[in-house]
Structures are given as structure tokens and as C-alpha cells.
């Protein structure tokens, strides 16, 4: 099929990057990857914005730390001294954390997959567009600069 088709839903098709199921990432990315040879102003800009966009990795990042330090604090606590009411309730507790590690490993599990999604589509750019990459690069970083400096006012 002609990636023609493809271009006015190209944001929908960024929107797709970050679904849980690796199969339709996969065929989206490679949609994506075949768009930008044939049409790579089109998907530059959000390329790059996605690929220097680590907020979300470091969320991630710090939610995994909490969740350690919590595990590690109540592996600490002596087991003798609980009551059996507190025995029973840190039970539903461990239930709920354990579900929440679950979910947060899972979303930690998409935003890698879409990060390297991200990663294979700007390498193609790079390889056909580099000097349009590094500028656009510097742009988006300068716009942020920007947006720091203009909350700080």
C-alpha cells in the first residue's frame, strides 16, 4: 500500500507507538519507518520530540525506586513483633502493592517498546536526513530552554 494514504493520520499512528500489544507496535513502527523515507518532513519534528522526551522514562525510573525502598523498609521489620490483625492487614496490602508493581512494570514495558520505536525510526532519519535531524534537534531543544526560561519569570 502507498504510504500516500497514510499521511493525514500520521498523529493517530504516533497515538499507536504506545499500544500494550507488540504486534500492532511493530507494524506501526515499520508504517512510520517506511513514511518517513518517503516523506520524512512530515514526521521529523514528533520523531525528535519523542526521542529527547525522557520525562516518562524518568518517572518510571523514580516509581521503581520508591517501590524498592518500600520493600526494603518493610523487610526489615521484625515479624515477632506483629499482631495478628497487623499480620492479615500488611496481607492486603502486599496484594494491592503487588498488583500496582504489576501495572507500573507494564507501563515501565511500553514506554521502552516505544522508545525504541522512537530510536528505529530517527536512525532511518539520520541515515537519509542527517543535517535536517541534528537542526531540528537543536530547535526543539532551544524551544525548551525557552519554556524553562519563560517559567521561571
Known sequence: MPTVAWKRLIPQLFSRLNHPDSFVRDYVTNLLIRIAKDFPQLILYSVVVGITDDSKMRRIKSRDDNIYQRKSASTHESEDEKSQDDIDEDDEEDDDEE???????????????????????????????????????????????????????
Not at 514495558?109 to 522508545?115: D, P
Not at 536512525?123 to 537543536?138: A, D, I, M, P, Y
Not at 524551544?143 to 521561571?152: M, S
Open 99 to 153: 498488583m500496582e508493581e504489576e501495572d507500573d512494570i507494564e507501563k515501565q514495558e511500553n514506554a521502552v517498546a516505544m522508545q525504541n520505536s522512537f530510536r528505529l525510526i530517527y536512525n532511518v532519519l539520520s541515515e537519509t536526513n542527517s543535517h535536517v535531524v541534528g537542526q531540528v534537534k537543536l530547535f526543539v531543544h532551544e524551544l525548551r530552554r525557552v519554556t524553562v526560561l519563560w517559567d521561571e519569570l
